[in-house]
């Protein structure tokens, strides 16, 4: 009898512990379930959020490689590398000063780009205007139409041999990889006419100082070394970092 008195209490908190969840769901009010979420199309076929989350980090990746091919920064980066091998000072500017004012040069040069793609396509997409294949043709073509004007027709026909095309009738009809291909290819052509000019009067110092110290005896001194402080002296009388950058800005050819 006492042992049965004594195992009453925990059968009656086990059945307790077991009711629980049910009591508490009963006591909850029934939410509906979610809607299975979609997002854009490819074809017929819809494009889950998880899956155009996927897509958008992907192409995050790709934005620095973006930033080197589809902007001015290729030819401003080379010839800013190309004008301090010129003057002779090693690693002065340091990689980072170059690479941040290319980068600041390049959103001066590339912002009416960027604003006339904001406002024709994707500040309308994304306020509910347009949808976003219209959006992106006309948000992508101010910059199709930037890098065309700095395109060579030489280097497009050459690419669009290699795709195996003819001639392109219009703009329009060049495949976007043959105009990369042809914008990267006359930016470092670009690039190296403009570096050949400014290693011009630096060449010149170097050779005026070598004949000096030639007719001077002086043969175990290193000319780059006695002919880099008037490159400097030169470069900074003239001004140089301002003419560099104004000429720079000043060589891209409007869309």
Same mark, same amino acid.
């Given at each position: 009898?006492?042992?049965?008195?004594?195992?009453?209490?925990a059968l009656?908190?086990?059945?307790?512990?077991?009711?629980m969840p049910?009591?508490?769901?009963?006591?909850?009010p029934q939410?509906p379930?979610?809607?299975?979420?979609?997002?854009?199309? =490819?074809?017929?076929a819809?494009?889950?959020?998880? !899956?155009?989350t996927?897509l !958008?980090?992907t192409?995050?990746?790709l =934005?620095?490689?973006?930033?080197?091919v589809?902007?001015?920064?290729?030819?401003i =980066?080379?010839?800013?590398?190309?004008?301090?091998?010129a003057?002779?000072t090693?690693?002065?500017?340091?990689?980072?000063?170059?690479?941040g004012?290319?980068l600041?040069l390049?959103?001066?040069?590339?912002?009416?780009?960027?604003?006339a793609a904001?406002?024709?396509?994707?500040?309308?997409?994304?306020?509910?205007?347009?949808?976003?294949?219209?959006?992106?043709?006309?948000?992508?073509?101010?910059?199709?139409?930037?890098?065309?004007a700095?395109?060579?027709?030489?280097?497009?026909?050459?690419?669009?041999? !290699?795709?195996?095309?003819?001639?392109?009738?219009?703009?329009?009809e060049?495949?976007?990889?043959?105009?990369?291909?042809?914008f990267?290819?006359?930016? !470092?052509?670009?690039?190296?006419e =403009?570096?050949?000019l400014?290693?011009?009067?630096?060449i010149?110092?170097?050779?005026v100082?070598?004949?000096?110290?030639m007719?001077?005896g002086?043969?175990?001194?290193?000319p780059?070394?006695?002919?880099?402080?008037f490159?400097?002296?030169?470069f900074?009388?003239v001004?140089g970092?301002?003419?560099?950058?104004?000429?720079?800005?000043?060589?891209?050819?409007?869309?």
């Amino acid at each position: 009898m006492r042992s049965r008195i004594v195992l009453l209490p925990a059968l009656l908190l086990a059945v307790f512990l077991l009711l629980m969840p049910a009591l508490a769901a009963a006591q909850q009010p029934q939410l509906p379930s979610l809607p299975d979420v979609t997002v854009g199309r =490819i074809g017929d076929a819809p494009v889950s959020l998880p !899956l155009q989350t996927l897509l !958008l980090m992907t192409a995050i990746t790709l =934005i620095p490689s973006m930033l080197l091919v589809l902007t001015a920064f290729t030819r401003i =980066i080379v010839v800013l590398a190309l004008l301090r091998q010129a003057l002779g000072t090693g690693q002065t500017p340091s990689n980072q000063v170059l690479v941040g004012l290319a980068l600041f040069l390049t959103a001066l040069v590339m912002t009416p780009v960027w604003e006339a793609a904001w406002s024709a396509g994707f500040g309308p997409w994304l306020s509910g205007e347009l949808d976003f294949r219209s959006a992106w043709d006309l948000g992508t073509a101010p910059l199709r139409g930037f890098m065309l004007a700095q395109v060579r027709e030489t280097d497009l026909m050459t690419f669009a041999g !290699l795709a195996g095309h003819g001639a392109y009738a219009s703009p329009d009809e060049v495949p976007f990889q043959v105009l990369v291909a042809s914008f990267i290819t006359s930016e !470092l052509k670009t690039a190296f006419e =403009i570096g050949f000019l400014i290693f011009i009067p630096f060449i010149i110092i170097d050779l005026v100082v070598a004949s000096v110290l030639m007719s001077m005896g002086m043969m175990m001194l290193s000319p780059m070394l006695v002919s880099a402080p008037f490159k400097i002296l030169l470069f900074v009388l003239v001004d140089g970092w301002v003419l560099a950058v104004g000429t720079l800005a000043a060589s891209f050819n409007a869309s």
